[in-house]
């Protein structure tokens, strides 16, 4: 199969649902219309595990981007269905009017587009626009409650993403330089494919002061220190769902763009090796993250600074590289986005039961709201690391193939779990249990979209099928 056809499933259908729910009125039906057509966009997205159509001049598929686009469209299917009963009750309380919604559903569904095109982009400078469309798609999803705070976290998102995406576009103009007098002109010198064929004969010079700006420019969509700042605001003063989707998948595919870099960095053996600075820019994000945790009074921004932690987890992990660091990292990244967006599921209800986001006023949830305490308390172990959910198989492997390349590299690494795990303890003993505090509303919620993640990191801990192991070995082998 050629051209677009084999992807109209997770491209086109997105693009229709935005379109459609641009004229939908009523909130039920488009929070409704919303979750199928993510349905069938996860749908579409499996069927590349069986048939991988031909690359063509800007889209492409490999088992590296179907990880990501499998896991981006299960965390959105499911993130839709928590989004209907969480946005629902936004309008009974009055944070939002039913006109901000229309908007709001068409902003989620073209922010999947963005995400999705990213990740079958051949094109790096298609990949740019793809990263850019679904940035400014979350930036006014951001700013939905439209209070002050919001608003300049938004604005304050769209500033440093803005810095970032120039810094990303210098770097891809760069790679498009070193190919030039190789490749001539042309979309030719911008395809993935081609590039990762001809890399070798590039200038190595210029490849290096590429890679160097493509890791700040996308690293900071992917929430790494120092160019973090826009990631805690924008979990805490953004809706709920959105706060899952950044953490869950927008940084994944920025995280993507790195790796992609990085193999073509790879490919080049007069080129630097990418991998000390992904271990710097990790390790630092790793321990700034664990470090703030401590500090944290709003529940939102607690999870928000695990998310840098993670994502410096993950990108450590790349940087070390072979194939066991490798595996790891694509273990983790798929564990976290799991995790990290079942927590928000969570911490969403937490917010609308007890009417605040500040820590100390959120106490006894096991004892007033049982499944959603319970849940949470999961939910933390999980990303904590606590066997045996998958997040200890990925830190676990991390840790023993950073041992095996540089034990002294693991004496930072296992102090930054550490510090996490002793942070996030600390904050859910206080929320989870003790006497009841605030508000105790009860409602009749559906956990599953959270529950259900948590089955999954849960089994992913106890047996991982033979199918995936090879899968993810096979994508670890060329990821250098």
């Known amino acids: 199969m050629t051209g677009a056809a084999p992807y109209l499933g997770v491209l086109g259908v997105p693009l229709m649902a935005a379109a459609l729910l641009a004229i939908i009125a009523s909130y039920r039906v488009a929070a409704r219309v919303n979750a199928v057509m993510s349905l069938l966009t996860l749908l579409a997205s499996l069927s590349f595990l069986f048939r991988k159509p031909a690359p063509s001049a ?15 469209a299960f965390v959105g299917f499911t993130t839709s269905v ?22 709001y559903h068409t902003m989620f569904q073209s922010m999947m587009f963005g995400m999705n095109l990213a990740l079958v982009a051949n094109n790096i400078g298609l990949l740019w626009v793809a990263v850019e469309l679904a940035t400014l798609s979350t930036v006014v999803m951001v700013g939905l409650y439209r209070t002050h705070q919001a608003l300049e976290a938004a604005w304050k998102y769209f500033i440093l993403g803005s810095v970032g995406i120039a810094l990303a576009l210098f770097g891809t103009t760069l790679v498009y330089v070193a190919a030039q007098p190789v490749l001539g002109e042309g979309i030719a010198s911008m395809e993935w494919t081609v590039l990762m064929q001809h890399v070798a004969a590039f200038e190595p010079d210029i490849l290096n002061l590429a890679f160097v700006f493509l890791l700040l420019g996308y690293g900071t969509k992917v929430g790494l220190v120092p160019v973090h700042g826009w990631l805690p605001d924008a979990h805490a003063e953004g809706p709920t769902p959105i706060s899952a989707v ?12 790195v790796l992609r870099f990085k193999m ?8 630097v090796a990418p991998g000390p600075l992904m271990i710097g820019m990790g390790l630092t994000s790793l321990l700034f993250g664990a470090v703030m945790l401590y500090r944290r009074r709003d529940i939102k921004r607690l999870f928000a600074y695990s998310s840098i932690e993670h994502m410096g987890i993950i990108t450590f992990a790349f940087g070390i590289g072979g194939p066991l660091a490798n595996f790891a990292g694509l273990l983790h990244m798929a564990m976290h986005s799991l995790t990290k967006s079942a927590i928000f599921y969570a911490v969403g209800h937490v917010a609308q039961v007890k009417g605040t986001q500040q820590i100390a006023q959120i106490r006894g949830l096991t004892q007033s709201h049982p499944v959603l305490g319970w849940g949470l308390v999961l939910g933390v172990l999980a990303i904590a690391g606590m066997p ?3 997040i200890f198989m990925s830190e676990f492997l991390i840790v023993t193939s950073t041992m095996a390349k540089n034990a002294w590299l693991a004496v930072p690494l296992i102090v930054g779990l550490l510090l996490g795990f002793g942070a996030l303890l600390m904050h859910l003993n206080n929320v989870a249990f003790g006497e009841p505090s605030g508000m105790e509303s009860r409602r009749h919620d559906s956990y599953a979209p959270l529950f259900g993640h948590l089955a999954l990191v849960l089994l992913a801990g106890l047996y991982l099928p033979s199918a995936l192991v090879h899968w993810f070995q096979s994508i670890a082998a060329v990821l250098g």
């Open 388 to 390: 045996p959910m998958g």
């Open 58 to 72: 800007l889209l492409f598929i490999d088992d590296l981007n179907i990880v990501f686009i499998v896991v981006n």
């Open 82 to 103: 928590f989004s209907a009963a969480y946005i629902g009750h936004e309008i009974e309380s009055g944070r939002v009017t039913t006109a901000h919604l229309r908007f």
């Open 246 to 257: 950044l953490s869950g998948l927008l940084l994944n595919v920025a995280l993507y763009a």
């Open 264 to 271: 073509l960095m790879a490919g080049n053996p007069g080129a």
